[in-house]
């Protein structure tokens, strides 16, 4: 345990009212995380809300500029925009920030840290830590196994992703518009997506750029190279957003300087930290959404040869996103602080 986790740290947490702020909350109390002062922070929406922690019931308040005051560590799970405004001042102020937003994933100067991949990096933070997004959480775990042994040079990527990694707004409009859909009715307009997402697949998760890719398959493209320590790594991908309420899905191709085999791949995953092997297709066993929540793991099934790449491996990892993808994954990086 690292010198900073051997004393009770006062810990606040920005976002705190949103699905991953309180999954958040929620893995602190799971894991005895050693918090002596507990700040649960919002925007003016959520103001005067309570969120529970530990048995007790708290205010949340509006972020301001002493808020942070005396703050050993901050968790963020806000905006981009919400966070390139607070995390400096919660730096200054002296605390340390774990941001689950894309603001600073991709800057030289912040690290961004998978525990089970690249720990050391954490090391060289100047007081901003970034969590990847869900989709490369959960997909770098097994990669990056199958990469210590046998040198990953090209990945493709079909993600498909839950309504949660939007946020709660998004769940409900999947709730309301399936509800709508099921009594024979038109779905409301989606205020958070282009289309209605209830019971249809929408290739479109962030703002397309002129060639055609968008956001989210880019986030996905340079996270990987960056976490991996694989600048040069070959990556494509296409994402897609589907009517699961929770826990996102990967269907990966990958392939490698040595070829390997399918037995061999399993061996070497089952022996991943943060990867469980769920492979047994003939009786139905393989990952599921459903089946994934609320646990920490990332489960890997389906795992053959590709058929198209010789010596490549195909297989489909699925995790919950609130969990491994955001939640638990920012709580690992506070273990690891020194």
Known sequence: MSDLLKRPMK???LGVT???????????EQRSFPVSEFIPLA????AGTTVEFRGESYVVTVVNDTS???VDLAFFSTGGSIS????????????VVIDNSAAWRMNSAVPLVVPEVNPDDIRRH??????PGCSTVQSVLPLYALHKAAGLK??????????????????????????ALLSGEKPPKDLVYPHPIAFDLLPHIGAFDQDGFT??????????????????LKVSCTAVRVPVFRGHGASIVASFERNISPDEAKEILTGAPGVKIMDIPGDSVYPRPRYCEGKDPVYVGRIRADTGIDGAIAMWVVGDNLRKGAALNTVQIAELLS
Not at 156 to 166: A, H, I, K, R
Request: hydrophobic share 40%; aromatic share 8%.
């Open 11 to 13: 810990v606040a947490v």
């Open 215 to 232: 956001d989210e398959e880019w986030k996905l493209v340079r996270e990987s190279q960056k976490v991996m320590h694989l600048p040069d």
């Open 68 to 70: 942070f005051n005396d």
């Open 84 to 95: 390139k405004r607070w995390a400096p001042a919660a730096v200054n102020a002296g605390a």
């Open 18 to 28: 949103g699905l991953v702020g309180r999954e958040i909350v929620k893995v602190l």
């Open 43 to 46: 925007s003016e929406h959520s």
């Open 126 to 131: 100047k007081g901003i830590i970034a969590n």
């Open 154 to 179: 090209y990945v493709s990527y079909s993600t498909y992703l839950s309504v949660s990694g939007t946020g709660n707004e998004a769940v409900e409009a999947l709730a309301t518009g399936s509800r």
